[in-house]
């Protein structure tokens, strides 16, 4: 059973354009949903995450979107640059004592010139 | 500098053979876990642990061991009972759901 969807799988977008990646989940008990960015032969690096309080949250040019009827929160790239090119994994959890986190299935996106 | 150190970073095996890899982390989280990436797979839960001398299966635990002797150490040994053992593995580390951080990875082959 797969509790976190997400899509696209691959994703190619210009320099200066806007990627976006959304993820569905299906536990109602998720409450922390995390972007992570994992760049080729590394480990992946926490990106941005939000808890479903709040319906936006904002670093830079990072935005995730959060949609709590709908089980649905997205990453939003605004002004992609080609060092954005990387592989993206949406995740979430619940909080307390169980810190397990589920990931996606990832996208990569690449950002041409 | 504070982080999460696995070794090696690749690693072959023969067909039959156990093998362990090594993560440690000085960041002082109290969790660890352990991920198997495979292609187009994203990240797979193999075992994860809270406090030291106690972990939990995860998602995909059949061929796999560890052990929590140590707060900063919890290796992952793959054993011949682990039917397709070669992907990329990675480590991490946790002291609340609030972010976790990951080692580099040791990707695994079997000749």
């Known amino acids: 059973q797969q509790q976190v969807k997400q899509s696209p799988q691959s994703l190619i977008v210009q320099k200066g354009g806007i990627s976006i990646i959304n993820c569905a989940y299906e536990?109602?008990?998720?409450?922390?949903f995390p972007w992570y960015q994992q760049f080729p032969g590394k480990g992946p690096a926490l990106l941005i995450a939000?808890?479903?309080?709040?319906s936006e949250k904002k670093e830079g040019r990072f935005t995730i979107s959060f949609n709590k009827s709908a089980k649905q929160f997205s990453l939003h790239i605004m002004d992609s640059q080609p060092g954005d090119s990387a592989t993206y994994f949406c995740?979430?959890?619940?909080?307390?004592?169980?810190?397990?986190?589920?990931f996606g299935k990832g996208t990569l996106l690449t950002v041409n010139p | 500098d504070g982080g999460i150190t696995q070794s090696p970073k690749y690693l072959f095996r023969k067909e039959g053979q156990n093998v362990t890899l090594s993560c440690e982390q000085n960041?002082?989280?109290?969790?660890m876990y352990w991920y198997r990436q495979d292609p187009g797979q994203g990240l797979r839960l193999i075992y994860y642990?809270?406090?030291?001398?106690?972990?939990q299966k995860g998602d995909i635990a059949e061929g796999y061991s560890v052990s929590r002797e140590k707060k900063e150490s919890f290796p992952l040994t793959v054993t011949s009972a682990q039917k397709n053992p070669t992907a990329f593995y990675l480590c991490?580390?946790?002291?609340?759901?609030?972010?976790?951080?990951f080692g580099s990875g040791t990707r695994l082959t079997v000749v």
């Open positions: 991490a580390s946790s002291i609340s759901t609030l972010g976790y951080t």
């Open positions: 536990n109602t008990a998720f409450d922390y």
């Open positions: 939000i808890r479903p309080d709040v």
């Open positions: 995740a979430a959890s619940r909080g307390g004592s169980n810190y397990k986190l589920t």
């Open positions: 960041l002082n989280h109290d969790a």
């Open positions: 642990s809270q406090i030291v001398n106690d972990f």
